[in-house]
Every structure is written in C-alpha cells, then in structure tokens.
Antibody, heavy 121, light 107 residues
Framework: QVHLVQSGAEVRKPGASVKVSCKAS????????VHWVRQAPGQGLEWMGIINPSGGNTRFPQRFQGRVTMTTDTSTSTVYMELSSLRSEDTAIYYC??????????????WGQGTLVTVSS | DIQMTQSPPSLSASVGNRVTITCRASQSISSHLNWYQQSPGKAPNLLIYAASRLQSGVPSRFSGSGSGTDFTLTITSLQPEDFATYYC?????????FGQGTKLEIK
C-alpha cells in the first residue's frame, strides 16, 4: 500500500534553514507528482508548491519564490523540501502529499504524517 | 490568486443529522474542486475530488456537487467519526488555495 513517511520534528532559529524529507513507498515514485502543504498552529492549510519526481520540475506560489527548494532522490524514492530564511511565522506542520492527476483534475490522495517545524530564538 | 470562501466557519449537529457545507471560489474553477476532512492531530484525508467524485474507500454518505464558483459538500446521517474540520481546495489554477475550513462539532 501507498505510504509517505516524513522526517521528524525540527527546531530552528530565525534566519536558519530546514530540510524536510518525504519517503514514498508502495507505488512507482516517478509516476506521481508530490505537493507540499503547511498548517500553522490552529490555522488552515496553505499550498507551498509541487515537484515532478520525474525530471524535478517545480512550481511554487510567488510568496515562497526564492525561499523554498524542492528536490527528489529517485534512488531512495524521497522528496525533499527546504525552506530558508526562517521566521517565526514559518512555525507549522509541513505535509507532503501525492497527486495522481497533476495539471488536470489535480488532487491529493495520500498524505505524509506531517513534520512540525518550530522557529524560535 | 483564487480565493476560496467556506461557510459556515463552524457548525453544530447531532449524530444522524444531515449537514451541508458550502464553498465559493472568487472566479470560475470549472469542476476543479476537492474536499478534505481533517481530524485533530491527523493529516487531511481526501473525500471528494473533481467536485463530485467520491474517493475510493470514502463512505457514500459523503457527496459533493457544484461547478463554476459554487460548491457543496453534503454529509447524510452523521456518524461520530465525522466530527472534524472540512476544507475545500481549488486545483484549477496555481496557487492551489484552500478554504479556511469548517469545523463540524457535536451538538
């Protein structure tokens, strides 16, 4: 069965960077795009971007341009999301999610368990 | 960017009731609308995609409808496990924005 398993919680100081991993199993890794979504404490969901594991093409909202990087390692079926220049407002749970139909009727059918990133001095 | 507005923000209902949650897009998104359920401390779970298609494994008491700018999620015969927060999401045009959520609570 499909699983997305994310790395553990992280604590960073303002201005630092964090890299979260999402290891996929149970399906052909390069056949499905992966999105990242975050959720600040007590808040709603915010889309952070998408990566195509086959080729590495990415797309991010303008508000994250220049601060977020998404990469993949096809040898380990892992997607990475790195966020730099962290500020307190980046404190959130970060989720990866699989998309079986990108660009058409895009939707997120499997999600990772989430990774809490805390930004605090 | 497309703005998604859900109503109501919160809702109280009893087990066995029928409830409807609405979602409005700031511009037409055709049928590119998904619904997710999130229980406390858990990742979101896909319920409905493409406005009305039931995700595999989701009970048939969940249904979605609408197109263009106005959409609804209906839950018939509420079960205890349905008390959670529900989010709509547009996947028509990036950034793929979510509604602010509707918290469904037990009356």
């Amino acid at each position: 069965q499909v699983h997305l398993v994310q790395s553990g919680a992280e604590v960073r100081k303002p201005g630092a960077s964090v890299k979260v991993s999402c290891k996929a199993s149970g399906y052909t890794f390069t056949s499905y795009y992966v999105h990242w979504v975050r959720q600040a404490p007590g808040q709603g969901l915010e889309w952070m971007g998408i990566i195509n594991p086959s080729g590495g093409n990415t797309r991010f909202p303008q508000r994250f341009q220049g601060r977020v990087t998404m990469t993949t390692d096809t040898s380990t079926s892992t997607v990475y999301m790195e966020l730099s220049s962290l500020r307190s407002e980046d404190t959130a749970i970060y989720y990866c999610a699989r998309d079986p139909s990108p660009g058409d009727m895009s939707y997120f059918d499997y999600w990772g368990q989430g990774t809490l990133v805390t930004v605090s001095s | 960017d497309i703005q998604m507005t859900q109503s109501p923000p919160s809702l109280s209902a009893s087990v066995g009731n029928r409830v409807t949650i609405t979602c409005r897009a700031s511009q037409s998104i055709s049928s590119h609308l998904n619904w997710y359920q999130q229980s406390p401390g858990k990742a979101p779970n896909l319920l409905i995609y493409a406005a009305s298609r039931l995700q595999s494994g989701v009970p048939s008491r969940f249904s979605g409808s609408g197109s263009g700018t106005d959409f609804t999620l209906t839950i018939t015969s509420l079960q205890p496990e349905d008390f959670a927060t529900y989010y709509c999401q547009q996947s028509d045009t990036p950034p793929y924005s979510f509604g602010q959520g509707t918290k469904l609570e037990i009356k």
